[in-house]
């Protein structure tokens, strides 16, 4: 079964280090998110692609934090400087179509600790 | 920002038992889902209801919606050990095309 992949599984990094996570979407999904998951809390959209176009980047933090998915495929997520308040589950997600009425594919997530 | 919230927070059965989790939200909606969380690990979508259903089935779980005060509720039965994890809704629509989760509950079943 396909799944979402994504890279390093668990991160620990001191604050005003730059940090960057991958996500490998499931093959043929155009759609791509990155979510943020504080412990204890639900997941916030911090940006969703389309393709390798930005749809939503409303709550990403662009002083310090950057999307890219240059082909459309594979995607980066980097912070720089990082904050001790960044420590967090970075969670990737992928769908076949654009839209919150489509199922969301979740991948197992990178867990950042920034100390 | 969360658009819903979870009640209970947390919740402790022993398996054979139904589990009842409850979520309520804001704005109008074209779909609510439900996901679960295994600890530590990536969500799974469960299911989806659309603002003009009233209760869905899928399997163990059972899904009801009621727009009118704005609140779903997830029923587990006959829940298992492997049914251990938190569970959130998710809310679609209103003037956003994006999910905005809940803050889930976690639900723990004793062998």
């Known amino acids: 079964e396909a799944e979402v992949a994504q890279s390093p599984r668990y991160k620990i990094t001191e604050k005003s280090q730059a940090v960057a996570f991958w996500c490998d979407p499931i093959?043929?999904?155009?759609?791509l998110y990155w979510y943020r998951q504080i412990l204890g809390q639900g997941p916030e959209l911090l940006v969703q692609f389309q393709d390798e176009s930005v749809v939503d980047d409303s709550q990403l933090p662009k002083d310090r934090f950057s999307a890219e998915r240059l082909k459309g495929v594979d995607s980066t997520l980097k912070i720089q400087p990082a904050e001790l308040g960044d420590s967090a589950m970075y969670l990737c997600?992928?769908?076949?179509?654009?839209?919150?009425?489509?199922?969301?594919?979740f991948g197992p997530g990178t867990r950042l600790t920034v100390t | 920002s969360q658009q819903g919230e979870e009640d209970p927070q947390a919740l402790s059965i022993q398996e054979g038992e139904n589990a009842t989790m409850n979520c309520s939200y804001k704005t109008s909606i074209n779909n609510l889902q439900w996901y679960r969380q295994n600890s530590g690990r990536g969500l799974v979508h469960l299911i989806l209801i659309r603002s003009n259903e009233r209760e869905k089935h899928s399997g163990r779980l059972r899904v009801t919606l009621d727009t009118s005060k704005k609140s779903s509720s997830l029923l587990i039965t006959a829940s298992r050990a492997a049914d251990t994890a938190s569970y959130f809704c998710a809310t679609a629509g209103g003037n956003t095309d994006k999910l905005i989760f809940g803050t889930g509950t976690r639900l723990q079943v004793f062998p």
């Open positions: 093959s043929g999904h155009a759609t």
């Open positions: 997600a992928s769908s076949a179509r654009q839209g919150a009425r489509y199922e969301q594919y």
